[in-house]
C-alpha cells in the first residue's frame, strides 16, 4: 500500500492517515480552494465570446460595425431578431443618455472633441 498520496488542489505530496477517511487535499486552504472551484458557476461558451469581445475596445468596435451593417442590409429583419435590435436601441439610448458626453465622441461618428467656443475668450 502506497505511504504517499497527492494532493487533489496542488499536487503536493502529503502522507497518508493511517487510519480513517484518506485525505485528499495537503491543507485546509487547499480544501477550500477545490470546494470553490467545484461550486463555483459553469462559464458557458457565450458568456466567454461576451467576455473576450467587451474586453477589448477593438474587438467591441468590429462587433459594433459588423451590427450595424447586417442590420442596414436587412439580414436581422426576421423576428428572431426582435431582440437584437431592442439591445441596440439599448446601446444608442445609453449612448445618447451620457457616454458619448464623456467620450467626447460626436453622435455623428467623429472622434474629434468639438471645437471649443471661441466667444468667451
Ligand atoms: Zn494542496
Redesign the pocket.
Known amino acids: 500500500m502506497a505511504t504517499r498520496a497527492t494532493?487533489?488542489?496542488?499536487?503536493?505530496e502529503?502522507a497518508i492517515n493511517a487510519t480513517g477517511r484518506p485525505r485528499r487535499?495537503?491543507?485546509d486552504?487547499?480544501r477550500s480552494?477545490a470546494n470553490r472551484r467545484a461550486t463555483a458557476p459553469v462559464e458557458t461558451d457565450s458568456e466567454s465570446a461576451i467576455r473576450v469581445v467587451l474586453g477589448s475596445a477593438d474587438t467591441t468596435r468590429q462587433l459594433l460595425k459588423e451590427l450595424a451593417s447586417r442590420i442596414a442590409s436587412g439580414d436581422c429583419a426576421g423576428r428572431e431578431y426582435n431582440g437584437v435590435i431592442a439591445a441596440a436601441m439599448g446601446v444608442y439610448r445609453a449612448i445618447v443618455d451620457g457616454a458619448a458626453t464623456a467620450n467626447s465622441v460626436n453622435i455623428g461618428g467623429s472622434a474629434k472633441p468639438p471645437p471649443e467656443d471661441r466667444r468667451r475668450r
Not at 7 to 12: A, E, I, V
Open positions: 494532493c487533489d488542489n496542488c499536487g503536493r502529503m487535499w495537503c491543507s486552504a487547499c480552494k
